[in-house]
């Protein structure tokens, strides 16, 4: 690492477009790059990892990040010692911010880039992996990928096929959708926005092919949050904590 690669880190990082600054750095790059350098926000990164990790083994998996970001979940499933990390990401400075990342922190042999976006169609030919992440993704369908033209019927129907289209390609799938359809709060996907109705919505579309096996729900833990598993004080829409933290995150396993 020289200071002409944290000063190239930093310019990427700080490249505005619709989903920049939206990780905070994973933890081996924040010692590199320290908070007033660069302006980090986040949603709550280490919280669902924390949960992620209460779940599943990382060591030794196979692991496809689909929107990948600023590569906060591909950089610390390396240093958790996943196998491989695909990490898939459409916007080419996320990209290049973590293919520099990735050679700076000496993981560069065990993760694959590619720069585009999935479209969820005929990508992985003979490719399996033992982990999907498909994180915050989905409800951007029309969006940043895919057909403008969509209504939002047929976007919600495209979102259960796309989630369809892993079967035989993972055993298991993390999975967060937005309540919103393009992050736009004018086109919410459920009647009342709760998280009851995206749960239904998951769980019916998805009940051919997938098990549901837990969801994580954040909830206010002093003061900090963090995930728990489903239950009957979690499960009711709470304004309190914004749109992110009512999303709930969804571990699926995969009939293959
Ligand atoms: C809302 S952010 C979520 C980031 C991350 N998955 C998380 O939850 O922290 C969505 C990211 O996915 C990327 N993206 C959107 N659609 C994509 C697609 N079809 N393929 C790859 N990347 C995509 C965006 O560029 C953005 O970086």
Redesign the pocket.
């Known amino acids: 690492m020289n200071i002409s690669e944290i000063e190239e880190l930093k310019r990427l990082y700080a490249e505005v477009?619709?989903?920049s600054n939206?990780?905070i750095l994973s933890k081996r790059l924040s010692l590199l790059l320290t908070n007033n350098e660069i302006k980090v926000k986040t949603?709550y990164?280490e919280e669902?990892l924390k949960y992620i990790l209460k779940n599943i083994s990382i060591k030794n998996k196979k692991v496809l990040?689909?929107?990948?970001?600023?590569g906060?979940?591909t950089l610390e499933f390396l240093d958790y010692e996943a196998k491989l990390v695909h990490y898939?990401?459409?916007?080419k400075t996320?990209a290049d911010f973590v293919r520099l990342a990735s050679g700076i922190l000496g993981v560069e042999k065990r993760i694959k880039i590619t720069d585009?976006?999935?479209?969820?169609k005929d990508e992985l030919k003979n490719e399996r992996y033992d982990i999907v992440?498909?994180?915050?993704?989905l409800h951007?369908?029309g969006d940043?990928?895919?057909d403008k033209e969509l209504s939002i019927e047929m976007a919600k129907q495209l979102i259960i096929k796309e989630l369809k289209s892993f079967t035989g390609k993972t055993d298991f799938m993390f999975f967060?959708l937005?309540f919103n359809w393009k992050?736009n709060r004018n086109l919410g996907l459920f009647k009342d926005g709760t998280k009851t109705e995206m749960i239904d919505f998951i769980t019916q579309g998805t009940r051919d092919f997938c098990d549901i096996v837990k969801i994580g729900i954040p909830e206010k833990e002093g003061q900090g949050v963090k995930y728990f598993d489903q239950r009957a004080t979690n499960i009711g829409r709470n304004d309190e904590l914004g749109e992110f933290l009512n999303r709930p995150l969804f571990i699926m396993k995969f009939r293959n």
């Open positions: 477009s619709k989903h939206y990780q949603r990164e669902r990040d689909i929107g990948g970001n600023t906060y979940f898939y990401e459409g916007n996320h585009s976006y999935f479209s969820f992440l498909l994180l915050n993704v951007h369908v940043d990928y895919g967060q937005g992050g």
